[in-house]
């Protein structure tokens, strides 16, 4: 289904002073993303004025599978990128010849879905002679907040989603230090993977939405303490992620229980709520864990100076209102302020790539001409520093 916003009042304006030949932006780029299963351009100009915007999503089609099939998604994204495209310059009301840039996500993401964007976007620039700005799909995830939020340079930055976690801080555009990652599965695969243990893709309360909606949606009803998990790698002073011993852990429990309740084809455990709050605990513990000893390390090294300390959070996961509820608690804490994009703009989009474009085309970073060579780096990994800092990091309730 192609989703169009509604215009706002500023976007209206934009319009009109397009139409009068009045322009009142210098720099529009054009954003496209197909990293994973979802289609998605936008037009936005150097104002944060979002013009014109289109999204296909393919979640419908990749529920009924249990997952996402990389060449089924590769397939939607070829028979949908030109109209998503179409659509998103048209509804902004100007024309290619109109736009300073295109900037499309070459990286990371799967590689079928990546490659139908990367194409449709090289034969675009040839076609008009614009120049390419190639994003990666993360830093766009980072720099989402700047278009509705300015928040200014340094900041820590969490990034959650289906295939990723990250702590990093943003020291400018194209200027990150990596602090941890993931070794294994994302927090987004993790709580996947447990819907799919639970069946909830068929269950009355969760059908239609994704994994990770699904579990929030029972566990708002579910007593935390009635199973406890273990919480991953509270030995390791670092601020490396890890869920897939998590899943296991969660999976385990789930059969056991199906087998004291002796569960009938197409029925449901009488414990889900309970389940999915304790799954959703755990992995929320761990991710405000690795959050706080990255908040000490950037306190104790002096990273992120007074008076700028903000944390960040973007990505599908960021939308989970537990989650933020949780990274509030610690913000408050460690007197940090937390700052999310709107829902809407924290999971994947064209209109964080076209920002993302504009961050770059502003600051002069990473424009090419010559669309044979380019890179999208993402930072320099100082995670080792954070390991040797050994932080120990306070216990924090998250019982809420």
Not at 61 to 73: D, Q, R, S
Not at 235 to 245: E, I, L, P, V
Not at 350 to 361: D, H, P, S
Request: one cysteine or more; glycine letters at 8%; a positive charge.
């Amino acid at each position: 289904m192609l989703k169009t916003p509604i215009c706002s009042w500023n976007n209206y304006l934009r319009k009109v002073s397009v139409h009068s030949g009045k322009s009142i932006s210098t720099k529009i780029v054009l954003g496209i993303e197909t990293s994973c299963d979802d289609t998605g351009a936008a037009v936005v100009d150097e104002t944060g004025s979002i013009l014109g915007e289109a999204l296909h999503s393919q979640a419908d089609v990749h529920l009924k599978t249990g997952g996402i099939i990389p060449p089924v998604a590769q397939r939607l994204h070829q028979e949908n990128i030109a109209r998503v495209v179409q659509h998103a310059v048209s509804s902004s009301g100007i024309s290619m010849e109109d736009i300073s840039a295109v900037a499309t996500t070459v990286m990371p993401g799967l590689a079928l879905s990546l490659g139908i964007g990367l194409k449709y976007s090289l034969e675009l620039v040839k076609k008009h002679q614009k120049p390419f700005i190639p994003i990666h799909h993360m830093e766009a995830h980072a720099l989402t907040v700047r278009l509705t939020d300015l928040v200014p340079f340094p900041f820590l930055v969490l990034l959650l989603s289906g295939g990723h976690c990250i702590l990093a801080v943003a020291q400018g555009v194209s200027d990150f230090l990596l602090l941890g990652q993931t070794k294994d599965i994302a927090p987004g695969d993790m709580l996947d993977k447990v819907a799919r243990s639970l069946s909830l893709h068929n269950h009355p309360e969760c059908s239609g939405k994704s994994g990770g909606r699904a579990i929030e949606i029972l566990a708002q009803r579910g007593n935390i303490l009635r199973y406890k998990f273990t919480v991953p790698m509270q030995r390791y002073r670092d601020c490396t992620f890890s869920f897939a011993g998590l899943q296991s852990e969660i999976t385990r429990k789930i059969s056991k229980e199906e087998k004291a309740e002796g569960l009938q084809e197409g029925q449901h455990l009488s414990c889900l709520p309970d389940l999915a709050a304790a799954a959703l605990y755990t992995m929320t513990v761990h991710i405000a864990e690795r959050t706080h000893r990255a908040i000490l390390f950037c306190k104790e090294k002096g990273i992120i100076p007074p008076g700028k300390e903000t944390l960040v959070v973007s990505g599908g996961v960021a939308s989970n209102q537990y989650v933020r509820r949780s990274l509030q608690l610690l913000a408050d804490a460690t007197n940090f302020r937390l700052v999310c994009p709107p829902p809407r703009l924290c999971t994947d989009n064209g209109v964080m790539i076209a920002w993302n474009g504009i961050e770059k085309l502003s600051a002069g970073l990473d424009i090419f001409y010559n669309v044979e060579h380019f890179r999208a780096p993402l930072g320099t990994n100082i995670s080792e520093q954070v390991k040797e800092a050994f932080i120990k990091v306070p216990a924090l309730n998250l019982a809420v």
